[in-house]
């Protein structure tokens, strides 16, 4: 693996029940306490999922992942979606709203020094009524606009390809490619999560050559959402298959510890050093 590669965790700076997030808490002592754990463990980097933060808040959360010597790998505003953001809304206002709400949170990774943001649910869900097409012109001019607005805070954003029992629309890294290209939707990056990828993706390594450079970002939980080594996936060719399109940038482990956070954090920690440390 590049020597640049860096691996991440999921922790919520709110309290939440939503599932992939290892660690989370609204109070910032836990949150210090927290980020000293991870720092510990060996990550490098969390994948900041906040609900709605103010600027003071921002900076006392950066000030408290500089302590623990942590970078945020993603800002998740988790909870944009259910504001009735909306990127492919038939209604222009709604788009236009959703657009502003969105790159008003860019404010915020800016304060955190987050690379990245997503773009997955808040994307929107194409109606019985709808044509595809539609939609996706939509939804293409949305992003444009969105990738162009987030130059300015240093963020690139990442489309997360999503099971089709959870959107229904951009299952899998093909139909991300694909729609990119399309749409020529200039300057947006993909985000791979492995748990959707085992749902939609025929093959996982092939999928990961095709989209190449257009990978930005990675999630790397298991076949069942568990920490990495807890399911059947084979981290040995999914690992290879990022190192052979050059990847350097987070692995992170967006899991659900169902209940078993500290056993989630370090059992993934140390099975991915094993094989990113095992020379085939």
């Known amino acids: 693996m ?17 599932g992939p997030i290892v660690y989370a808490t609204s109070d910032l002592v836990k949150l210090s306490e927290i980020f000293h754990k991870v720092r510990n463990i060996g990550y490098e980097s969390v994948d900041l999922f906040i609900d709605q933060t103010s600027e003071e808040k921002a900076y006392a959360i950066k000030k408290l992942l ?3 010597e942590l ?25 236009e709203k959703s657009i502003q709400t969105y790159i008003d949170q860019m404010k915020i990774a800016k304060i955190l020094d987050a690379p990245t943001m997503p773009v997955g649910f808040i994307r929107g869900r194409i109606t019985e009524k709808d044509n595809l097409g539609d939609y996706y012109k939509r939804l293409s001019e949305s992003l444009k606009i969105l ?18 029992y959870e959107v229904n629309t951009i299952f899998s890294l093909d139909d991300a490619i694909d729609f990119i290209d399309q749409y020529e939707v200039q300057g ?3 985000l791979a999560d492995f748990f959707h990828m085992n749902i939609e993706d025929a093959d996982m390594v092939s999928s990961i050559k095709r989209a190449g450079n257009k990978i930005r970002h990675v999630h790397i939980p298991d076949s069942n959402r568990k920490a990495p080594g807890m ?8 690992l290879d298959s990022l190192n052979s399109i050059g990847y350097n940038g987070y692995l992170v482990s967006e899991a659900n510890p169902f209940g078993q956070s500290d056993l989630c954090a370090t059992f993934g ?7 990113m440390n095992t020379k085939k």
């Open 2 to 18: 590049s020597k640049n590669i860096k691996l991440g965790l999921s922790v919520a700076t709110f309290e939440t029940n939503f």
């Open 66 to 68: 500089d302590e623990n």
């Open 71 to 95: 970078k945020v790998s993603m800002l998740v505003c988790i909870y944009l979606a259910e504001l009735g953001v909306n990127f492919g809304s038939t209604d222009a206002k709604v788009r």
């Open 147 to 164: 990738v162009e607005g987030a130059k300015q805070y240093s963020v690139e954003l990442c489309l997360e390809p999503i099971n089709r």
């Open 188 to 190: 947006l990056k993909i």
């Open 231 to 238: 399911g059947h996936l084979n981290y040995y060719e999914l």
């Open 269 to 275: 920690f140390e099975y991915l050093e094993k094989v």
